[in-house]
């Protein structure tokens, strides 16, 4: 973790939150690579499941919600971690985290150090308005789904779509963690990746292992191996008390937010919600937002399955499964589809003009193919330059060299196996497009 953590501040994906006033704890900043390679893992999702189906619809919510949202979602009275306190020097940790303790524990001589245990509400309090009271009090939402909730009504509507449908959300949510850590892990503002999918009861079990198979496969397509992932069926005791069962997708962490240790713990949770949030909502308005069913002519209230997915937590996942170190280099293999940078252009010699002129006239032909996500470098050695792409995860590099001027043909190198092909100029664009697709 130390090394891809230097690495990633060292090639500018992620750099720790307000670094130059000395970091603030649980925030971190999306650098030029990682903006692009966030944007990538949002954009495969969206089209994984949105834009590949004819079922859900898209939404974005305010990030801002009436109190009362957080009131009937039970997330005022309920939404807490267990907080005990330092009685020497006032540290603060999750009373679950065991290993932490014991640590702290460790840098003191004296005993029954602790607090009694309290319940610690993880939602961000602000105001809306220039006073500072309890009537204009709310909270920065700790999840993008009651915004889909809350829009249910809405989305029926102004659609043709009917159920079973998902709404789904690309958005920040913002907790107030006791103990954050392990890098983009656990932090205490993220972007969340959220599908509501709403279902007639009785048929929930049957979409709720539809989607458990659904978003296992997305990781496995994106080039998570194996071996480092797998779904869990969570026992009655650690899930809330409306699901009716919950699922997670488990990866293979380098580490363990509770032991120390590395170990399978949560990437993805994947919930059968019940009728709990629509319920809810419907008691506090006092309203019916049921769905009427015209072909069975019935009125219900929908059972929801929800895949949620932190996508700081998603690109932790793909950066460890793509971190390799080999004898003469550090490489991210990164699925090509993910990775921030598709293709590299060099010149070989960086003081030749004939070769740059080349060298630039090919670029902005692959720049338009692919979105902009080209590099173009004539700094250094080739063989730095080359080891430079292998860090950022790079998937093929092109090089125009003095045989490129006779022969109008360049060397592709992969990055996985640095192995070199030859191609002429002209089919660069779809041999790399071929490569991409396959």
């Given at each position: ?295 069975g002519n019935e009125r219900y209230v929908p059972y929801v399955i929800e895949p949620s997915v932190g996508v700081g937590r998603a690109i932790l996942a793909f950066l460890i499964d793509a971190y390799y170190e080999e004898e003469k280099r550090v490489v991210l293999k990164l699925h090509p589809k993910l990775a921030p940078c598709k293709v590299a252009v060099f010149p070989l010699l960086g003081n030749k003009e004939e070769l740059i002129v080349k060298a630039k006239e090919i670029y902005k032909i692959l720049k338009e193919l ?69």
């Amino acid at each position: 973790m130390e090394k891809l953590v230097a690495l990633c501040k060292r090639r500018g994906f992620i750099f720790p939150g307000s670094e130059l006033y000395g970091g603030l704890n649980g925030t971190w900043d999306l650098g030029p690579l990682g903006v692009a390679f966030a944007n990538n893992v949002k954009k495969e999702w969206w089209k994984s499941v949105v834009q590949d189906r004819e079922d859900v619809v898209g939404l974005d919510s305010a990030i801002l919600h009436h109190p009362q949202v957080w009131e009937a979602s039970g997330h005022v009275a309920s939404f807490t971690d267990p907080l005990i306190e330092c009685k020497v020097c006032h540290a603060r940790f999750r009373a679950d985290h065991k290993n932490n303790i014991t640590l702290h524990e460790k840098t003191h001589q004296e005993k029954n150090i602790w607090t009694e245990v309290k319940s610690f509400n993880l939602m961000f309090k602000t105001f809306v308005g220039p006073i500072d009271d309890e009537k204009n009090k709310t909270y920065l939402r700790p999840e993008t789904a009651q915004g889909i909730f809350i829009n249910f009504k809405n989305v029926l509507e102004t659609t043709r779509i009917k159920i079973p449908f998902g709404i789904a959300q690309i958005g920040k949510g913002f907790r107030n963690e006791i103990t954050t850590g392990n890098f983009l892990f656990r932090v205490r503002e993220f972007e969340m990746m959220e599908l509501e999918f709403f279902v007639k009861p009785g048929t929930d079990k049957k979409w709720h292992d539809f989607w458990k198979q659904e978003r296992l496969q997305w990781y496995l397509s994106l080039g998570i191996k194996k071996e480092n992932i797998k779904l869990v069926d969570l026992p009655k005791e650690d899930i809330a008390h409306y699901s009716k069962g919950t699922t997670e997708v488990w990866y293979k962490w380098p580490f363990s937010s509770s032991s120390g240790k590395s170990d399978f713990g949560e990437l993805e949770g994947i919930a059968n919600r019940g009728d709990y949030d629509l319920t809810q909502h419907a008691k506090y308005i006092g309203k019916d937002i049921s769905y009427f069913d015209q072909e069975g002519n019935e009125r219900y209230v929908p059972y929801v399955i929800e895949p949620s997915v932190g996508v700081g937590r998603a690109i932790l996942a793909f950066l460890i499964d793509a971190y390799y170190e080999e004898e003469k280099r550090v490489v991210l293999k990164l699925h090509p589809k993910l990775a921030p940078c598709k293709v590299a252009v060099f010149p070989l010699l960086g003081n030749k003009e004939e070769l740059i002129v080349k060298a630039k006239e090919i670029y902005k032909i692959l720049k338009e193919l692919f979105g902009g996500a080209v590099m173009f470098d004539d700094r250094g050695n080739i063989g730095k330059r080359y080891l430079y792409q292998d860090e950022i995860g790079t998937p093929w590099c092109v090089t125009v060299d003095f045989e490129t001027l006779k022969d109008n043909a360049v060397t592709v190198r992969d990055r996985d196996t640095t192995k070199q092909e030859r191609i002429v100029i002209s089919k660069v664009s779809s041999f790399l497009e071929k490569k991409l697709n396959s």
